[in-house]
């Protein structure tokens, strides 16, 4: 059966627009964004089938072009939807910030730096450099690596934060893994950091550890 031959108030995009998108569920919505199915797989089943291939939405969303192409149905035009649906969602979550709106909570930088790093299949080291008003001038990926094995110099981000004439400063760094929790590296590094910024006056306000859906401030567990 194809999803026109469903009783209408069964079907994906009837029931979005009857009862909006939160009510479906992920095989739902991922069946209304690949619109049609391959030859022998109904929308429904590819969409099932994908997720069961990679996991998640998530998955799906964030695996390479190479991975996603090998899958039966898919291909570079279908990669290109993926990826400009991650894109416009990251901008929207970027609006404010680069419209100039400071960053005035903690709640501010995790929706920010969720959209920039909760996604990344690697684990990437970044900066948000801030003028005296909190707001940002400039997002800037630092390193790549795991903290314990990639070299962050605080001589280079030091280098960095004069450039942009930044007044403060927020790190952050994605764990992979999916579970935020900060490590000892993480802390020794941000007193690291902070004391190498302090003696040319910039502040360092945060650092961000940022998993799959959730986002640990050392701030606010008082780790600086």
Same mark, same amino acid.
């Given at each position: 059966?194809?999803?026109?031959?469903?009783?209408?108030?069964?079907?994906?995009?009837?029931?979005?627009?009857?009862?909006?998108?939160?009510?479906?569920?992920?095989?739902?919505?991922?069946?209304?964004?690949?619109?049609?199915?391959?030859?022998?797989?109904?929308?429904?089943?590819?969409?099932?089938?994908?997720?069961?291939?990679?996991?998640?939405?998530?998955?799906?969303?964030?695996?390479?072009?190479?991975?996603?192409?090998?899958?039966?149905?898919?291909?570079?035009?279908?990669?290109?939807?993926?990826?400009?649906?991650?894109?416009?969602?990251?901008?929207?979550?970027?609006? +404010?910030?680069?419209?100039?709106? $400071?960053?005035?909570?903690?709640?501010?930088?995790? /929706?920010? =730096?969720?959209?920039? %790093? &909760?996604?990344?299949?690697?684990?990437?080291?970044?900066?948000?450099?801030?003028?005296?008003?909190?707001?940002?001038?400039?997002?800037?990926?630092?390193?790549?690596?795991?903290?314990?094995?990639?070299?962050?110099?605080?001589?280079?981000?030091?280098?960095?934060?004069?450039?942009?004439?930044?007044?403060?400063?927020?790190?952050?760094?994605?764990? +992979?893994?999916?579970?935020?929790? $900060?490590?000892?590296?993480?802390?020794?590094?941000? /007193?690291? =950091?902070?004391?190498? %910024? &302090?003696?040319?006056?910039?502040?360092?306000?945060?650092?961000?550890?940022?998993?799959?859906?959730?986002?640990?401030?050392?701030?606010?567990?008082?780790?600086?």
């Amino acid at each position: 059966m194809t999803t026109t031959e469903w009783p209408r108030d069964e079907r994906p995009r009837e029931r979005l627009l009857a009862h909006g998108p939160e009510t479906l569920s992920d095989t739902e919505l991922l069946a209304i964004f690949l619109r049609t199915g391959t030859a022998g797989m109904p929308v429904m089943a590819l969409a099932r089938h994908l997720l069961d291939e990679f996991g998640s939405l998530r998955g799906l969303m964030t695996t390479s072009h190479s991975s996603f192409c090998r899958v039966k149905g898919l291909g570079t035009a279908k990669y290109a939807q993926v990826q400009a649906a991650m894109e416009m969602a990251r901008r929207v979550m970027d609006e +404010p910030v680069r419209q100039g709106d $400071p960053l005035t909570s903690p709640q501010d930088t995790r /929706r920010y =730096l969720s959209s920039r %790093l &909760g996604t990344q299949p690697h684990e990437v080291f970044a900066g948000l450099f801030l003028d005296n008003r909190h707001r940002v001038i400039r997002y800037q990926e630092l390193f790549r690596g795991t903290i314990d094995g990639a070299a962050v110099y605080p001589r280079e981000v030091v280098r960095h934060a004069l450039d942009f004439n930044a007044a403060a400063v927020i790190f952050a760094h994605n764990h +992979p893994s999916g579970i935020a929790e $900060p490590s000892q590296a993480d802390i020794s590094l941000t /007193r690291r =950091l902070k004391e190498a %910024l &302090g003696l040319v006056d910039i502040r360092v306000l945060d650092h961000m550890v940022v998993g799959h859906g959730d986002v640990i401030s050392l701030a606010e567990r008082g780790l600086m």
